[in-house]
């Protein structure tokens, strides 16, 4: 933690400078500018042709700090792609928490939080740029999948088994169900985003995608009354 937030001689000689004493800012605020610097550069210019420098630039930093703070190319892309991915995987625990009982607006509201993840402009985006350049760089690919793919259904997994203990809901295979849910949830509107047929949808068709999978999901095609007996 004490790593996480000293500041360093380097971060204040990055500071903006203006009148009076300069700004003094923590490793992990310079942290936070670099991963939407490199964002930017690998959505720009792909994996192959960004450079550490090029992403030093953007963030208004100097190369020696960026070296210090994250030492290769790769460790930048799997640092900023974690730390988009951390703060998902919070959200949706923190759901789980507060789920009540009502498990279909529950669950829509969760998946509505991987439907935001996994459909965001820029997450798909950076999609495009590992599929570009996975022939010659296959861990960007490995990265991308173990860290935002593999959290991404763990966590709606681990949302799943968690209403599953409070008997709100019955399941044979947690995981495989996670699965078959972020598929029906975001696939098709995927692939209509990476071929260019569709522009990412708004948080609302998210919302409205997402409240249609819970209830499909929980339901199928049964009466809703034969369904909720199954449920109970």
């Not at 009076?20 to 923590?26: A, D, E, I, K, V």
């Not at 995987?89 to 759901?95: A, Q």
């Not at 507060?98 to 798909?124: F, K, N, P, Q, W």
């Not at 990412?200 to 009354?225: D, H, M, N, T, Y």
């Amino acid at each position: 933690m004490a790593e996480q937030t000293k500041v360093s001689d380097e971060a204040v000689a990055d500071a903006p400078r203006g009148r009076g004493r300069p700004q003094t800012r923590c490793d992990e605020e310079t942290r936070a500018i670099i991963f939407e610097a490199a964002r930017h550069e690998f959505v720009a210019r792909g994996y192959a042709t960004t450079s550490m420098e090029a992403v030093a630039r953007r963030a208004g930093v100097s190369t020696k700090t960026l070296y210090r703070l994250i030492p290769t190319k790769a460790a930048l892309f799997e640092a900023m792609v974690t730390d988009r991915t951390a703060g998902f995987v919070s959200g949706v625990k923190l759901r789980a928490c507060d789920g009540g009982s009502d498990i279909e607006a529950a669950l829509a509201d969760a998946l509505t939080a991987c439907g935001e993840l996994m459909l965001d402009g820029d997450v798909i985006a950076l999609q495009r740029v590992i599929l570009a350049d996975t022939d010659k760089f296959p861990e960007v690919a490995e990265t991308f999948y173990h860290k935002a793919i593999t959290p991404t259904q763990n966590a709606l997994a681990d949302w799943l088994r968690a209403h599953q203990r409070r008997g709100l809901i019955r399941l044979d295979d947690a995981d495989a169900s996670a699965g078959m849910l972020l598929g029906m949830l975001a696939m098709q509107p995927l692939r209509a985003v990476m071929f260019g047929h569709m522009v990412p949808p708004s948080r609302a068709e998210v919302a409205q995608r997402a409240k249609s999978c819970a209830a499909l999901f929980l339901k199928g095609s049964g009466r809703r009354e034969d369904a909720a007996k199954v449920l109970r």
